[in-house]
């Protein structure tokens, strides 16, 4: 088994190093006239350079590519979105399309369709930027309404069924005495890798957004999933798998993976499964001045300096893989500090990382982009600070802007706007082309 898993993993670390590839057959894969002298040229694998190249060009924009619901006015500023992303110059769109909970909603059509519009429209201005989507830590009872399709099965090997995803299945830990892990009042919890019924669930997700256009997939707390499965066993197939996939089907032949990962890597054997690693900035209070934060080498479980060397999946090998560093979104206290800094939590002065950025003033907001952007690059170059563009946000600030922070600029178009806009666009543009 041990030989097995090498050979596994030495494919992945070596998949772009094969003289010949695969012919592609998939509905968005196949081109070939992206300009090789650019910064951004890949194909078949990633060179760190062209990663890290991208990764500062990196954007949070959650849910950008998922259509909007009349009933509740989602999403109501997207052609002013369109017009931010392209204005700033992002490359990379993190958390562009997922699902937490409403998983049935993939069986529209509508859905996945709408996503191919817009990226096919994204990629009519940029050819070369990325949009991801997310394998994520929870899943709900409402997958239980969603047909599996043929192509996952036989992806398998296994005699096709007509049947849905069954939640149970993916959430069931191997001690059965071990307690569901996420589990929420809407039922599910979190999927285990080592459940047959979660790679199925995870595949058809990877499948159906490389399809898309989508290059690169986050997989979200990978710890947690991979809870069962302390060796990597089943994480190690499963992810080369998809990356086969992609290898057939995505536009450059290549999909980016990446997780948040506390101990500084997901390795095996001294390869990472991911292309680079990622983890909320863990913004620490400061004492004795309520409301300001800052970023600190070895505060919480901050990945600063924790970057774990590795043979990364193209080949190369690092002494620090790549990270991107986030704002988080995970709620907000229910008892707040009245101005007393509280450093056992991750929260900062009571909220998420994203929440607590949307409160400043619009002036603090840009000076701290400024801070954080600078203080990374001097800590740590293997660190890159993802500018966050739309994020959901909590508390009475959310509900004022249709629950979500915006960097667009303010104006007619999105009258929510928090303008950070043309401050991260500053930042980018003033930033050396060599790190």
Known sequence: MNTKLRNILTVIALAGSCLSMPQHNGATGGRTDFPKESRYYFDGSISRETLENYLDRSVTAGYFLVPGNPENYLFPFR??????????????????????????????????????????????????????????????????????????????????????????????????????????????????????????????????????????????????????????????????????????????????????????????????LLDFNSFPLRIKEVTGKPMEGVLEVGYGDGIYLKSRGAVSPSGWKAESMPYLVEFDNFGIRRDPPAGVANHNDHFCWGYDDITWFAMQDEAARNAWLRYAFDWLRKTDPNGHLQMCVIRMISGPLGEQSFRSYFANTRSVACPVGYSQEETIKEIWHTMPDNR
């Open 79 to 272: 052609e002013d979105d369109i017009r931010m992303i392209q204005n700033i110059g992002a490359k990379f769109v993190g958390r562009a399309i997922y699902r937490w909970s409403e998983e049935s909603k993939l069986a529209d059509p509508e859905f996945l369709a709408y996503a191919k519009r817009l990226i096919d429209r994204m990629h009519d201005h940029d050819p070369e930027i990325i949009f991801q989507g997310c394998l994520f830590e929870h899943v709900s009872a409402d997958v239980n309404n969603l047909k599996i399709p043929a192509r996952v099965f036989r992806a398998f090997d296994l005699p096709v069924e007509d049947r849905t995803f069954r939640v149970e299945d993916m959430v069931k830990r191997t001690d059965p005495g071990a307690e569901v892990m996420m589990r929420s009042g809407r039922g599910g919890g979190t999927p285990m890798i080592n459940n047959l019924e979660t790679r199925l669930w995870f595949y058809f997700l990877a499948v159906s957004y490389i399809d898309i256009g989508v290059e690169a997939l986050h997989l979200g707390q990978v710890e947690l999933i991979g809870r069962d499965d302390p060796d990597k066993t089943y994480y190690a197939e499963f992810l080369q798998k998809i990356r086969a996939y992609a290898r057939q089907n995505a536009r450059r032949r290549y999909v980016l993976l990446d997780g948040h990962t506390p101990r500084g890597g997901f390795l095996k054997d001294g390869v990472s």
